[in-house]
């Protein structure tokens, strides 16, 4: 019985664990340029979020992402997106029409291309739209937030808790452990 608690409490420890990101550069959709995550480290905070436009979860969250821009980024706070679906996936998910995309529905906001997954494994995102909020210090960052935007992906109008929206208004006042939500959304293929 003793090991088993000794186990539990190691288990524990390691989720607990703060999960700091290194630079990584990718391909922003608006321009063909590289982005490079070292950018944003003299924003008070970054929000990334794993996005796809053939995601239906995705969709419903438009205007609430471009709320939360709005509401922060005077504040320091930037937004970037990251599509880590396969090219080959949906036609949605192609670069130019990930581009088209934000023209659409009239975003800006760096929308970057991960192929080849480096991100996702970096920040082990799983789900579209997953939220994460990144605090730089130094030359990498610090994960205080992972999971949904809110607890209504569907309605926004039947949303009883604002996740994001609450962590950002807290900045500066986290705990050291790492916040994290559940989370409901399209794998990311």
């Not at 924003?43 to 509401?71: D, G």
């Not at 192609?94 to 192929?115: G, R």
């Not at 807290?170 to 293929?189: A, R, S, V, W, Y």
Request: charged share 20%.
């Amino acid at each position: 019985m003793r090991i088993i608690l000794v186990y539990f409490c190691f288990l524990v420890a390691l989720q607990t664990q703060a999960q700091w990101l290194s630079d990584f550069s990718l391909i922003d959709v608006r321009d063909g340029s590289k982005l490079a995550l070292k950018e944003f480290r003299s924003n008070k905070a970054l929000v990334v979020i794993f996005y796809s436009p053939s995601c239906a979860y995705c969709r419903h969250y438009e205007e609430r992402i471009k709320s939360l821009q709005i509401q922060f980024l005077p504040k320091g706070v930037a937004f970037l997106l990251i599509n880590s679906n396969s090219n080959e996936y949906a036609p949605k998910d192609q670069p130019e029409a990930m581009k088209n995309y934000l023209k659409e529905i009239n975003l800006d906001i760096p929308f970057l291309t991960d192929p080849n997954k480096v991100a996702m494994a970096m920040f082990k995102a799983r789900r579209t739209p997953e939220a994460f909020v990144l605090i730089p210090s130094g030359n990498k960052f610090e994960i205080i937030y992972r999971g949904a935007i809110d607890d209504n992906p569907m309605t926004a109008s039947d949303v009883d808790h604002t996740f994001l929206k609450n962590v950002l208004l807290n900045l500066g006042q986290h705990q050291k452990d790492e916040m994290q939500t559940q989370l409901i959304g399209c794998l990311i293929k």
